[in-house]
């Protein structure tokens, strides 16, 4: 097993050293400088292996951490005087949301079928290796942060122990369970819409348990830790013992799910954008005195309605259910009354973060390149300015009318938690609504602004292009920073009303003067 455990990682390696010097050409500023013979230098190639072995290590490093430093930060704020027991409670309740939803086993990704289907590699073996470097590397990483912020709260060390076992053998669990339920079902089970959204919607429910004062005790978090060992040991034994993988992954590796996968995680934009036999029928009376490119707009949003405007009524669901829950702390503490009513009048800029997690710009722009640009931007005319300026204000209309649905629920609510906490003047509440339409407007605006200047995608609506990973980056570390600005909420709503209204206008004149340049296929 040690033996594909290396050849395993030596593919990985590989693969992402090729992947860096691709990147690398693709730069303009070396697109000339590199040839085709970047890929036999033997030299460069060892040089990548160290830059991208220590990049892995570093990024695994820092993911790991940020993402216990968000629970830290979280906890901390919000409940300053039970924070290590609510620490406890999110921490235990994530780690089952992963346990049912970050899953690996399965992961029908390239380097599986490469190895597998072509180079001939032993299914079970690999599949073992993969399973042992999985957990032997996530046990490293979390062990030094369960143990790190244990120590900056002063937790017993058994309960930092508890909570690294707990981590460690639940994966196994999650694995075999998702295997049992493939064989059973033939389809990963979360796949499936309708279990996937109930699971994660109960598990954020009862994570949310610590508003109400109610927290999973550290007792019963050790008394379920104790059972989670064991049958996580009977999980390990049952995937380390099964020898079938190969059929598993011929079914997963068939041409169908190559091509247009359904359960792989490296595929899932196809499935998000994949538009349904039912979806294709579309009303008559919708298309009546419509003719070119508004026609055409209709079309395309008629048939991707669904799509489109389903992840943003389940976030429009879930933001209702915070706000319900905002509404009766507000109601019922005073303390939280007073806190929420300091968000709303000073510290506006959070709600640029949860705008740019909320607005459902990036998925619409998939559905798009997916299941309509790639082919049309194979036809001149398609890409000639004034097409593509009418297009753009077209799809910048029905993309805004999709977001305004969560946005009206976060600009309402925030109008309704300003009423109940009785601390509120007409202006603030007119304002701080506003800014909720116009924030969605901006990145509606945005992502198809960088769409159309970058357009990132290849036919397989996979992100080639660096550029728009550091655009996308840069959005999210800028709205972060907002986080940190400390204004009166009517300033700061004035303030992003005009920069919307300046940034549209910038955008309708770029895509105008560059988009027939770059919208297209490389």
Same mark, same amino acid.
């Given at each position: 097993?040690?033996?594909?455990?290396?050849?395993?990682?030596?593919?990985?390696?590989?693969?992402?050293?090729?992947?860096?010097?691709?990147?690398?050409?693709?730069?303009?500023?070396?697109?000339?400088?590199?040839?085709?013979?970047? %890929?036999?230098?033997?030299?460069?190639?060892?040089?990548?292996?160290?830059?991208?072995?220590?990049?892995?290590?570093?990024?695994?490093? !820092?993911?790991?951490?940020?993402y216990f430093f968000i629970i830290f930060v979280g906890c901390y704020e919000l409940f300053p005087n039970?924070?290590?027991?609510?620490?406890?409670?999110?921490?235990?309740?994530?780690?089952?949301?992963? !346990?049912?939803?970050?899953?690996?086993?399965?992961?029908?990704? =390239?380097?599986? %079928?490469?190895?597998?289907?072509?180079?001939?590699?032993?299914?079970?073996?690999?599949?073992?290796?993969?399973?042992?470097?999985?957990?032997?590397?996530?046990?490293?990483?979390?062990?030094?942060?369960?143990?790190?912020?244990?120590?900056?709260?002063?937790?017993?060390?058994?309960?930092?122990?508890?909570?690294?076992?707990?981590?460690?053998?639940?994966? !196994?669990?999650?694995?075999?369970?998702?295997?049992? !339920?493939?064989?059973?079902?033939?389809?990963?089970?979360?796949?499936?819409?309708?279990?996937?959204?109930?699971?994660?919607?109960?598990?954020?429910?009862?994570?949310?348990?610590?508003?109400?004062?109610?927290?999973?005790?550290?007792?019963?978090?050790?008394?379920?830790?104790?059972?989670?060992?064991?049958?996580?040991?009977?999980?390990?034994?049952?995937?380390?013992?099964?020898?079938?993988?190969?059929?598993?992954?011929?079914?997963?590796?068939?041409?169908?799910?190559?091509?247009?996968?359904?359960?792989?995680?490296?595929?899932?934009?196809?499935?998000?954008?994949?538009?349904?036999? =039912?979806?294709? =029928?579309?009303?008559?009376?919708?298309?009546?005195?419509?003719?070119?490119?508004?026609?055409?707009?209709?079309?395309?949003?008629?048939?991707?309605?669904?799509?489109?405007?389903?992840?943003?009524?389940? %976030?429009?669901?879930?933001?209702?259910?915070?706000?319900?829950?905002?509404?009766?702390?507000?109601?019922?503490?005073?303390?939280?009354?007073?806190?929420?009513?300091?968000?709303?009048?000073?510290?506006?800029?959070?709600?640029?973060?949860?705008?740019?997690?909320?607005?459902?710009?990036?998925?619409?722009?998939?559905?798009?390149?997916?299941?309509?640009?790639?082919?049309?931007?194979?036809?001149?005319?398609?890409?000639?300015?004034?097409?593509?300026?009418?297009l753009f204000k077209k799809r910048l209309l029905t993309v805004s009318k999709v977001n305004l649905l969560?946005?009206?629920?976060?600009?309402?609510?925030?109008?309704?938690?300003?009423?109940?906490?009785?601390?509120?003047?007409?202006?603030?509440?007119?304002?701080?609504?506003?800014?909720?339409?116009?924030?969605?407007?901006?990145?509606?605006?945005?992502?198809?602004?960088?769409?159309?200047?970058?357009?990132?995608?290849?036919?397989?609506?996979?992100?080639?292009?660096?550029?728009?990973?550091?655009?996308?980056?840069?959005?999210?570390m800028v709205s972060y920073m907002m986080t940190n600005v400390t204004m009166n909420s009517i300033t700061?709503?004035?303030?992003?009303?005009?920069?919307?209204?300046?940034?549209?206008?910038?955008?309708? %004149?770029?895509?105008?003067?560059?988009?027939?340049?770059?919208?297209?296929?490389?």
């Amino acid at each position: 097993m040690i033996n594909y455990l290396t050849k395993s990682l030596e593919f990985d390696i590989a693969y992402m050293v090729n992947s860096f010097l691709y990147v690398l050409r693709g730069l303009p500023i070396l697109k000339d400088l590199l040839t085709d013979d970047i %890929y036999k230098s033997g030299i460069l190639k060892k040089i990548a292996n160290i830059v991208i072995i220590v990049f892995f290590i570093l990024r695994s490093l !820092f993911l790991k951490f940020f993402y216990f430093f968000i629970i830290f930060v979280g906890c901390y704020e919000l409940f300053p005087n039970t924070f290590i027991k609510t620490y406890f409670h999110i921490y235990f309740i994530l780690t089952i949301i992963g !346990f049912f939803i970050n899953n690996k086993l399965l992961n029908s990704s =390239k380097k599986k %079928y490469f190895s597998i289907n072509l180079f001939r590699v032993n299914a079970n073996k690999m599949a073992k290796a993969d399973l042992l470097w999985n957990q032997l590397s996530n046990l490293v990483l979390n062990s030094i942060c369960i143990l790190f912020f244990g120590y900056l709260i002063n937790s017993p060390i058994i309960y930092s122990l508890v909570l690294i076992l707990f981590t460690f053998f639940i994966r !196994f669990i999650g694995e075999a369970l998702n295997i049992i !339920f493939y064989k059973k079902y033939h389809y990963i089970w979360y796949s499936n819409t309708k279990y996937y959204i109930t699971v994660l919607v109960t598990l954020i429910a009862i994570g949310a348990l610590p508003f109400i004062g109610v927290y999973i005790s550290l007792k019963l978090i050790m008394i379920i830790t104790v059972i989670v060992i064991i049958i996580g040991i009977i999980s390990a034994n049952y995937l380390f013992k099964a020898n079938d993988y190969k059929l598993i992954y011929q079914k997963l590796f068939s041409i169908v799910n190559i091509m247009n996968p359904k359960n792989d995680k490296d595929y899932l934009r196809q499935a998000m954008v994949e538009v349904k036999e =039912k979806d294709k =029928k579309i009303d008559n009376k919708k298309l009546i005195g419509k003719k070119g490119y508004t026609l055409f707009n209709t079309i395309f949003f008629e048939r991707h309605k669904e799509i489109l405007i389903r992840s943003a009524k389940k %976030y429009s669901l879930i933001l209702l259910g915070l706000y319900l829950l905002g509404g009766y702390l507000v109601l019922t503490d005073l303390k939280y009354s007073e806190a929420i009513s300091s968000l709303l009048h000073n510290n506006l800029g959070w709600f640029v973060v949860i705008m740019y997690f909320v607005n459902r710009g990036a998925i619409i722009t998939q559905a798009m390149f997916f299941n309509c640009d790639h082919a049309m931007l194979n036809y001149n005319f398609y890409r000639k300015p004034e097409n593509l300026l009418g297009l753009f204000k077209k799809r910048l209309l029905t993309v805004s009318k999709v977001n305004l649905l969560p946005a009206l629920v976060i600009g309402l609510g925030n109008v309704i938690l300003l009423i109940l906490s009785n601390d509120y003047n007409v202006l603030i509440i007119i304002t701080t609504f506003l800014f909720i339409i116009f924030l969605s407007v901006f990145f509606s605006v945005h992502y198809l602004v960088i769409y159309y200047l970058l357009q990132p995608f290849n036919k397989n609506l996979e992100v080639k292009k660096i550029s728009y990973s550091f655009v996308t980056l840069i959005t999210y570390m800028v709205s972060y920073m907002m986080t940190n600005v400390t204004m009166n909420s009517i300033t700061f709503s004035l303030l992003g009303l005009l920069f919307t209204a300046i940034y549209i206008i910038l955008a309708l %004149y770029l895509v105008y003067r560059f988009a027939p340049k770059t919208f297209r296929l490389d």
